[in-house]
């Protein structure tokens, strides 16, 4: 149709072409006739009912005879002012449908511009109003909406920076403070770049959503607010001043074990209940506050994941992972796992409190040590970071400190591997013992897998759980000064 409408339009301008003009500017003139023709075609079919009206099932046809008799320049004219004053229309009527849309919903919060009247507006905001506003960078995209965008100036002018917490691969934790509230926050800065390259984004948002859900909780660390930039995201949590666990306690007696044992096994069983998975307990992730209490952080590698659900991420921290994600690592075979694989990194920082050092999982052709830990960021979509961690795991010599120990825990092992536990185990009392083998069970479905387990056992006998929950036993009491750092 739009063929034979061209050739009309083009036979037309032939036959109204003047006897003596060049062939540049017959071609110009061709072209112009055939554009207006179609367009004048188009719109003089069609007619719109109202102003109002901007739905396609407004248009209606009307008869050709009622087209009126113009020349093609001013059809032209008369249809694109037709145009033009329905798209105004329908821009108009948009724009109101929105605002009365977000009344309905308190959350949404819709663009200045869009909130207030152009009749209220000064020439100054109407000269900002008619400016372009240029599309969202991918970058800042890329982390909306749980992150919103801000600019260094606020961080500034809202709070004081009192030096470096931490620092790593992963970012830097710095100490600020409110300038109005004179409150004490820490402030985690990540570069996107390196998230991006990590391919991290989904990780950083859910632990933003995890720590945002479970933040209330009295053991784990709350998060305050978080916001991006164009090169860098923010996470402002509460600042927990006490520090790490095991740099700050030399010593651990019985009795604070016993407590400290169950105030991380409270957050660990709350978490589990609230459809979560740690996966990355260990002793940098165990900070005290002030009073000495028990504050989880850092959910990096945490997950939601429903009771009764399995996972086959492989990650974590090599000395606190869990023998099956250890195996799975070392043979790259495809294994599940669940909730059991936090009790088992619990078994392992009480096996450091009782005794100082780590337990080992030992199979046939494979050896881990006691060396710095290494944290394994997600590799499932990366075989060459896989390959890497199993030459790592090769690699690594079997640690002199940890000689074979047969134990019941040993002897309850199947063939695939075992656990090998350090020598001052042979020194801790009966109960201690029995804490280590339930909780460093090689096979995931015998180990301690609940907080209603882990208080049946000789280890809490006479512990008052309640009491641990509400924080009413008092961490210094339990210590002697000399055991501080």
Known sequence: MGNLISRSANRTAHEEQPPHTNSATNTNRIRFSASSSSLANFTSKYLFRSRRSYSLSTINPIASSEQPTKTSHQRF?????ILNRNASNLISRSRSRLVNFSRSLPHITLPHFLTRSTSTLS???LATQSRSIWPTPTIVLLFSPQFKLINLEYLNETYKFHGVIASGAF?????????NEKTEFALKVLEKSQIIRDKAVRQLKNEVDIQSVCGHNTFIVKLIAFWQSHREIYLLSEYIGGGELFDTIRKFPYKLVQLYVAEIAVALDFLHNAG?????LKAENILLDDAFHIKLTDFGLSKFLKIGQRTHTLCG???YMAPEIL????SGDFVEYDHSVDWYSLGVVACRMLTNQLPEVVEAEMKTSTSNPTSISDFTDNSRANNKLR??????PLSPTLPALKSKC???QSTQGTVRLPVEYSTLPSDGQDLLERLLEFRPERRIRSIFSLQRIAFFMGFNFDDAKKKKINPLDLMDSTEIY
């Open 410 to 412: 040993n002897d309850r």
């Open 77 to 81: 004219g008369w249809n694109f002012a």
């Open 171 to 179: 970012g830097t934790v710095y100490r600020v403070i409110d300038r």
């Open 327 to 330: 195996l799975a690592i070392r």
């Open 391 to 396: 030459d790592e795991l090769n690699r690594l």
């Open 317 to 319: 921290t090599l000395q």
């Open 123 to 125: 020439p100054d905001e």
């Open 276 to 280: 979560v998975i740690y996966r990355d």
